[in-house]
């Protein structure tokens, strides 16, 4: 019984130390370091352009579950979906010499990819869906994104808990192939629960990168001023890591 | 010539404080998800296999639910176990502590040699006359060392999207990604249970000097 209270106490012990080292400005950055140590040894060892896998069409879930954000509520996004999204628009704006406004019409006649991929979520759990639409670079090329941009930050419609959602990722990300805005699932147009009538995949990271409701694409040097500073929903409220390829 | 090589005990310990914060933030994500699935998806309880129990916050890192933060930790701490890891197998072949203490001799696996061995370990006889280790040592250290350890790093390299693009043949080798996460979580358990079993068996064959011993050198004996 002694030597069990020695454990729990030695237990307690290494988490109230790890906390306070957590609290430290050097443990802070400690434990930042760390995720962008794995972005560079993931990038050390991977091509910038090596792909996620893709699956056949017979490994599709049954289900795509959807998690966050599942029916927003607020500002026009119950009007829209009313309205089958037929007034969406998609903004690119910020760092580029020609910023557009497409319309989900536009979005579907540029050139679309295809691809079946697997969904992995902080959390733990997995689907693998089929997802359709432009890629990202050529929305980027398009609006002749300027030298100095660093980083492309995603707007979205719903607000979560009082807050916007966004994401962002920076230009290797951002001009991945499998970087795509997907309008379908499964060649059906996006489900609400799924993030309707646009939203973001960013195959090589987990999926709250994958910002849903999407209205914007946005340009910019640097993320200090955007939102908290922290380049993400998740990341400004919870701490979440900004590099999610771990 | 001590009885544990240098490299050998700034292993042991750094691997100590490694096993342990991995394994407690590790708890606060299990919490996260509190389901395990085999192949490449699974979100449902009914595609589940198992079902996990919530683990109380006492016995995790940070010591309330965060995923976030655990998962700082965890990010942090495969770092110097990974590393670690590596340093400790160059550093035994180089010195031969494997060759010469660890791996198991043929006559070693007869029936009755294993059967005697597990017979004075329930003796509480930890004399053994040639050779570091025991037979059922060397199996525990091997296995530790070669397999469970191993497979920590294996697993979580597999669960890491940012890794697939380059190691998804290591992802269908272990099954698909949810079965690289369940088997994560069954090594993780393994080496928990080696965790207890070794413990208790410093603790029952003189626990002041195998410390002494495992922080100092001691003498060989």
């Known amino acids: 019984m002694k030597r069990r209270n020695f454990l729990v106490a030695a237990g307690a012990a290494l988490v109230a130390g790890c906390n306070r080292i957590a609290e430290t400005n050097a443990g802070k950055a400690v434990l930042d370091a760390a995720d962008s140590w794995h972005k560079n040894a993931q990038r050390l060892l991977t091509s910038r352009d090596a792909l996620a896998p893709e699956y056949p069409a017979s490994a599709i879930s049954p289900f795509f579950r959807g998690n966050g954000s599942t029916d927003p509520q607020n500002g026009d996004y119950p009007r829209h979906v009313d309205e089958g999204f037929a007034n969406w628009r998609l903004e690119v704006t910020g760092l580029v010499a020609n910023p557009l406004s497409l319309s989900l019409e536009n979005i579907r006649r540029l050139p679309q990819r295809n691809q079946i991929t697997r969904h992995d979520c902080v959390e733990g759990w997995s689907a693998i869906g089929q997802w359709t639409g432009p890629q990202l670079s050529v929305l980027l090329d398009a609006a002749e994104l300027r030298d100095d941009a660093r980083f492309v930050i995603f707007r979205c419609a719903d607000n979560l808990n009082g807050g916007d959602y966004y994401e962002s990722v920076d230009l290797i990300d951002a001009y991945h192939p499998q970087t795509i805005i997907a309008h379908s699932l499964n060649g059906q147009a996006l489900p609400v629960r799924n993030g309707a009538p646009l939203r973001m995949r960013i195959e090589r990271q987990l999926g709250y990168k994958h910002a849903k409701y999407l209205t914007g694409i946005e340009a910019v040097a640097s993320l200090d001023d955007v939102g908290l500073g922290k380049g993400g929903y998740w990341e400004d409220r919870a701490g979440y890591q900004w590099y999610a390829g771990i | ?221």
């Open chain 2, 1 to 221: 010539m001590k009885r544990h090589a240098l490299s050998t005990r700034l292993w042991h310990w750094l691997n100590l404080l490694c096993v342990v914060v991995l394994f407690m933030s590790g708890l606060t994500i299990s919490n996260a998800h509190r389901r395990l699935y085999w192949g490449d998806w699974g979100f449902e309880a009914s595609q589940a296999w198992l079902m996990v129990p919530r683990f109380p916050d006492w016995m995790t890192i940070p010591g309330y639910y965060s995923l976030a933060v655990a998962r700082d930790w965890h990010i942090l701490m495969a770092w110097p176990f990974a590393v670690g890891l590596l340093f400790m197998w160059i550093a035994m072949m180089v010195n031969r502590h494997f060759k010469r203490d660890i791996v198991t001799r043929r006559r070693e696996w007869r029936p009755s040699a294993i059967w005697r061995d597990v017979v004075e370990h329930l003796k509480l006889n930890f004399d053994h006359h040639e050779g570091k280790y025991n037979f059922l040592q060397k199996l525990a250290y091997g296995l530790v060392l070669g397999v469970f350890l191993p497979m920590m790093i294996f697993t979580g390299i597999s669960i890491s999207p940012g890794m697939e693009p380059t190691f998804g043949w290591l992802v269908d080798l272990l099954g698909g990604r949810q079965s690289a996460r369940s088997l994560h979580f069954i090594f993780a358990f393994a080496i928990v249970g080696f965790f207890i079993v070794h413990v208790l068996l410093v603790i029952l064959s003189g626990p002041i000097r195998q410390m002494q011993d495992m922080i100092t050198g001691g003498r060989k004996a």
